[in-house]
């Protein structure tokens, strides 16, 4: 009888959203006020920064977005809150609550990363469990904040325009809490820049032991999803790969070998590698590149914008990669 009476209580709770969500308030922060498609029902919640679509179900984001421009990131970052609470906009029985994530062994980990929001109250709202999935520590830790969320920054900083970025999970690998809030199985963010009229996604395991591998197409992504995030993206006579960036703080065989299967493998299109005041190191990866492969590294200096607070590794090189 408890198990029919929940399945009612769940049932009573649908008619009170859909799967198609307005968002009012905040339309602006989607490409041409284009809202995603989404067989999942779910809530609509608009922030200051950022917005989301929430499975009252799994207690966890379906998808959240954000549209961000490189100024935002030339103004001073605001203090991280760490003030983790309960989103009160929604239903008592539908909220993930702090008591779920506690000795749970996840992280509360952001779907719009607090390093993105640029005001008080922005960066203070972030922190809302409306806006966390419990994600492996070592993941979000790592790999996640590491190769996923620091590359898509970099990338902003560096864009002309205004970029857009979709960040979600999906699939179940258990459950949390009393709450039963679910564990997604996957985690992935998608970044679209209008003025590029291109498009690519991040596809990561939510393990700790999780690899990480060249981004996947907006079409790959969809058919992963589910979601049409309904992007204008036009057609283009010749395909674009995805763009990824790799990092060097000096030099790594290992991250090296790696790149250069890539090429032999016939995955890569093209490298440039940037660099600010290391010309050095970019000259020995190019060099490293250019006889270990048919692939013509294009060198190029350009430095991140300045940012009061904020420190920026002046050494470091990045290789951009454009797969295939």
């Not at 864009?159 to 699939?171: L, M």
Request: proline fraction near 6%; glycine fraction near 6%.
């Amino acid at each position: 009888m408890k198990a029919i009476r929940k399945a009612l209580l769940f049932a009573l709770l649908l008619t009170h959203f859909s799967a198609f969500a307005i968002f009012d308030q905040c339309k602006d922060l989607f490409p041409n006020q284009q809202i995603p498609s989404s067989s999942q029902a779910g809530r609509d919640l608009c922030f200051d920064g950022f917005a989301i679509y929430y499975s009252p179900q799994d207690k966890k984001p379906i998808y959240t977005v954000e549209k961000l421009h490189h100024k935002q990131f030339l103004a001073h970052h605001p203090r991280r809150t760490n003030q983790f609470y309960e989103e009160a906009r929604l239903p008592f029985a539908e909220r993930a609550q702090l008591s779920d994530y506690r000795g749970s062994g996840y992280d509360r980990g952001h779907n719009a990363p607090a390093g993105d929001m640029h005001t008080d109250q922005s960066m203070a709202q972030s922190f809302s469990l409306a806006n966390m999935m419990p994600q492996a520590r070592q993941n979000n830790q790592g790999i996640w904040s590491k190769n996923v969320e620091e590359p898509t920054r970099q990338y902003i900083k560096r864009a002309s325009g205004d970029v857009y970025v979709y960040t979600g999970s999906v699939g179940k690998s258990g459950s949390i809490g009393s709450g039963q809030v679910t564990v997604p199985s996957h985690l992935f963010k998608l970044v679209y820049d209008p003025s590029k009229n291109s498009a690519w996604a991040y596809w990561v395991e939510n393990t700790n032991e999780a690899n990480m591998n060249p981004p996947i197409s907006y079409e790959e992504l969809v058919q992963k999803t589910g979601i049409d995030f309904n992007l204008p993206l036009k057609p283009q006579a010749k395909p674009i790969g995805a763009w990824y960036p790799i990092f060097f703080d000096g030099e790594s065989p290992q991250k090296m070998s790696e790149l250069t299967t890539q090429i032999k493998e016939g995955k890569v299109a093209s490298v440039q590698i940037q660099y600010d005041r290391n010309r050095e190191l970019a000259q020995k990866l190019a060099n490293q590149i250019q006889s270990q492969t048919q692939i013509q590294a294009e060198l190029i200096q350009s430095s991140p914008p300045e940012s009061p607070g904020v420190q920026y590794e002046r050494a470091r090189v990045t290789a951009i990669v454009r797969s295939k």
